[in-house]
């Protein structure tokens, strides 16, 4: 019943692999987003999607590559992880224009 | 370009006493704004609209387009109010939802 979910909720990984957070969304929303929330909970928008296509990119490094193969689904890749990718990722879906919901976040460490 | 400031990083108050959480926009369109609320180890969720003008756990908050602030009140803060709130900012024709730092409420006994 879960609206939006991400997966996997904690990660941690070497400096220079290369890992991947999905999401999923079953609510029929045309708008995925991906958010970095950093130590100081600072939530800062990363992409936008609309249908499948990528409306925002708020200048993220290209190491972060998003993916969605469908509008339930907004995948994010991540090359050559640095330790100052380390942070809480949350994917969000809404219909355009209305309430924001949230998955349960992503804790991504790098060592 | 858009930006939304949440000027306290930190708000500590007794049980029982009125709560402000100060938001402020800059915006040149018409506001579309949000307060979201996130509990302890959960996610983030909404916890009210501009839009709707209604009052949420006891919580309101009026948008002021003269002052660009959308600042979320409660007369009296309950132990369960604590957590993080942000305030948000929709633009981009629906499609931008910007936060602000967030102001970590902390209530008291």
């Known amino acids: 019943d879960t609206a939006v979910s991400q997966t996997p909720k904690y990660l941690v990984t070497q400096m220079g692999n290369d890992k991947s957070i999905k999401c999923e969304q079953n609510?029929?929303?045309?708008?995925m987003y991906w958010y970095k929330q950093d130590s100081k909970k600072f939530l800062k928008i990363m992409f936008s999607y609309n249908n499948k296509e990528l409306i925002i990119n708020e200048t993220v490094p290209n190491r972060f590559s998003p993916k969605s193969p469908d509008k339930a689904h907004l995948n994010l890749h991540i090359n050559s992880l640095e330790l100052g990718d380390s942070a809480v990722y949350f994917c969000?879906?809404?219909?355009?224009?209305?309430?924001?919901?949230f998955g349960q976040g992503t804790r991504l460490t790098v060592v | 370009a858009q930006r939304v400031t949440q000027p306290e990083k930190l708000l500590s108050v007794f049980k029982g006493a009125p709560v402000e959480l100060k938001c402020n926009y800059s915006?040149?369109?018409?506001?579309?704004l949000f307060w979201y609320v996130q509990y302890s180890r959960q996610r983030l969720q909404l916890l009210l609209r501009?839009?709707s003008r209604e009052s949420i756990k006891g919580f309101t908050a009026d948008l002021n387009k003269g002052e660009t602030s959308f600042h979320l009140k409660k007369p009296f803060a309950q132990e369960e109010d604590s957590a993080m709130y942000y305030c948000a900012l929709l633009t981009g024709g629906g499609n931008k939802l910007t936060f602000g730092t967030g102001t970590q409420l902390k209530v008291e006994l």
């Open positions: 609510l029929g929303h045309d708008t």
């Open positions: 915006y040149s369109g018409s506001p579309e």
């Open positions: 501009h839009i």
């Open positions: 969000a879906s809404t219909r355009t224009g209305t309430e924001a919901f």
